[in-house]
């Protein structure tokens, strides 16, 4: 299926500009529910009703309403909010550039892909060569919809990919929690046999390994209960803490040795449960897609 | 200070640490509710049956799918049974390179901090915190969250444990499933060109600062709601016109200008 492009401007910066599409990378695959009345299979839908009076209140008279501290509304017309968004929409300007390795990818929040329109390829082209040579990102804003986002444009294989940001301060800062600290640091050797722990389990990337497996158990228990079998819940059986911390890295260590030998080309995970014939990915994500 | 929304174990090897999980981000957006204009009584969502009307109560609302034109129909206690029997611990596969990950795999940032405060769980907690840290790796493995099984990547970020949800790499788009992302000789660069374009990158170069941005939409939200409460006249806010600019003709003379233009500011 051809994607679709969900907005069409122009990448602004310096003096250079060109004319982009822009794509979600996104295609999530999860399945997806719709809310049923269970006692007779009808669909549900949802009505908005006076919080008081129960009854049913038409579109034109629902607006959007912000409540001050002291309990007093501001009511807000819409095209009071749309002007909020600050611009048309048209631009996405590039401010300044930055090393890529100094963002922490915590900051990035969704991802897109950029295209070139006709025209915009050549310097598209070249954007992407500079920002790859260097390692670069460039940091702007770009007014997505109704809001302004803060935007990192980064090189990535053969695109331009786009990121919304999430701003400081919509991160958790660690000194605002509550952590409860140890008396006494951990050792040189039991760090020293952390280490080589993780060494041991260390692996390269190989995202495809990972499948979603709930994604097939959720099809295939769909599946059970379409042919009217029962479905019954299972018990956890949860590891209990670590006694001794010493002992329990030195048999992790022997043990993972083992498994590292052994797991090589085998797949992550055991896999017991995605045991479904008929949840065929293809199959799943249309659905999703004609819910 | 937020509260716990997960409490389980992290487990390594043979070490478990018992962890809570909080959210590491949190909303900050400017949040509005629906009222009725014309009584000013608050709007309220009811959940009613289409087929005749009825409101619902929350416990005859189950999740609906429908397969090849039969509608199945399941609770949300037959829905944890699609979840792996260890539903409260995050089982540590393998650990990878940060760097090797694409970011666009990451999704919902949490932190994992250590469920109590005895010595055995917080120095296991900073066992792991500090191996990580120091050999640059992020452990790499699954979840349970509300009945669902999650991919998770677990690295040290900010003195803690952090611990973030992953999309499946089939959920992402590749550039090749673009036609419009230019390749081969399509606006192919010069070397010339793209040497202009690294020297106005490294021009318009500057240290990332997260904390130096402001959320320019929540600000101008929270102007319109000020101007809005001691006027109740209506409120224009201006809305820049931004036009879609034609491609610079000459990219060179382009990229040269805002070079000279970069160095001088």
Partial sequence: MPARSLWNGTVAFGEVTFPVKLYSVVQEHRVRFREVHLSDGGRIVHRRVGSESGQEVPNERIRKAYELSDGNQVVLEDEEIAAARGSNGKVIQIEHFTAGDAIDPVYYDRPYLLGAQPGGEHAYRVLLAALEQTGKVGIGRFTLRTREQLIA???????????????????????????????????????????????????EWEPERYEDRHRDAVMALIEQKASGAEVQARAAAEPPPTPDLLAALEQSLAVGTGRKRERAPAKVGSGSKTGSKTGSKTGSSSKVKSR | ????????????????????????????????????????????????????????????????????????????????????????????????????????????????????????????????????????????????????????????????????????????????????????????????EVAEAVKLIDAMTREFDPAGYENRYRARLTELIESKRTSKRKVELSVEDEAATAPAPDLMAALKASLERARRD
């Fill in chain 1, 153 to 203: 444009m980064a090189a990535h294989g053969e695109a331009l990919r786009l990121y919304t940001m999430r701003f400081a301060d919509e991160l958790v800062p660690s000194s605002e929690l509550d952590v409860p600290t140890a008396s006494r640091e951990p050792s040189a050797r039991e760090l020293e046999m952390a280490e080589r722990l993780v060494d041991t389990l260390a692996q």
């Fill in chain 2, 1 to 192: 200070m937020p509260q716990g929304i997960w409490n389980g174990t992290l487990s390594f090897g043979l070490v478990a640490v018992p962890v809570r999980m909080v959210s590491a981000t949190r909303d900050r957006d400017v949040h509005f509710h629906q009222i009725d204009v014309e009584t000013g009584e608050r709007i309220a969502v009811q959940r009613v049956c289409e087929a005749d009307g009825q409101e619902v109560p929350w416990e005859d609302i189950g999740r609906g799918y429908d397969l090849d034109d039969q509608l199945v129909t399941l609770t949300d206690d037959e829905l944890a049974a699609a979840a792996p029997e260890r539903t409260h611990t995050i089982e540590i596969e393998e650990f990878v390179d940060l760097a090797a990950i694409d970011p666009a795999q990451f999704d919902h940032p949490y932190f994992l901090l250590p469920s109590s405060d005895s010595e055995g769980t917080t120095r296991a907690y900073q066992l792991l915190r500090d191996a990580m840290a120091s050999t640059n790796q992020v452990a790499i493995g699954r979840v349970v969250l509300r009945s669902s099984e999650y991919l998770v990547a677990v690295r040290q970020r900010d003195q803690l444990l952090s611990m973030t949800t992953m999309l499946f790499a089939d959920e992402l788009r590749s550039a090749d499933e673009i036609d419009s992302v230019p390749t081969g000789s399509t606006g192919e660069p010069t070397r010339g």
